[in-house]
């Protein structure tokens, strides 16, 4: 497996699903709910929310065929998307690839169960991960050790989530916002650096530059 794709999967993942950050909305979502009610959402929305990204594992490339969508269009989309994540993450503000809107807020406040909604999509499923998840697996295309890396990458991160959101009041408790806010920052920070990689790479296969300087 290669670890190289692998620390890039792990990398992408903490970023876009962000175990950190969920944790928070969590707990305040929950505040009335008895532990027990809390764990049954927590697996539920975790097995759910890492279904949807398998789904587009699985069958992310073909969806690209069907809309003619090419490897180096989705590289530069894809890096220009996560770019926009990291810089929301580097100044701690609230990005809609990876959060809820106020109004999706409320409409969980009102609801007893949120595994489903707003737990395992969009904070776990979002439009980050889910674009992430299409781009890591085109990027390895062709390559099944490099393909496997990704997937390890995913579950690590589900199972961190997971493991996360048992002990989210917790973890709030002992780390504070501060923590939470700096680990954020500083994956932000290797996030952009793996985005803008990801743009020149588009960039370049796509032969654009090359034609360009003709």
Partial sequence: MPIETFLVSFTTYFATIGPADIVVLFAALTAGATAAERRAMVFKGVVIGGAVLLFFVFFGEPLLSIFGISLPALRTAGGILLLLIAID???????????????????????????????????????????????????????????????????????????????????????????LHVISRIVGVLLAALSVQFIFDGLMTSGLLGRMSL
């Fill in 89 to 179: 993450m580097v100044f701690a503000r609230s990005s809609g690839g990876t959060s809820t809107t106020d109004e999706e807020n409320a409409e969980a406040a009102s609801s007893s169960d949120i595994s489903v909604f707003p737990l395992a999509t969009p904070l776990i499923a979002g439009p980050g991960a889910i674009g992430a998840t299409i781009l890591l697996m085109a990027d390895a295309s062709g390559d099944p050790p490099r393909q496997v890396a990704v997937v390890a990458g995913l579950l690590l991160i589900l199972m961190l989530t997971y493991l996360f959101l048992l002990g989210a009041t917790q973890l709030q408790r002992i780390l504070g916002f501060t923590v």
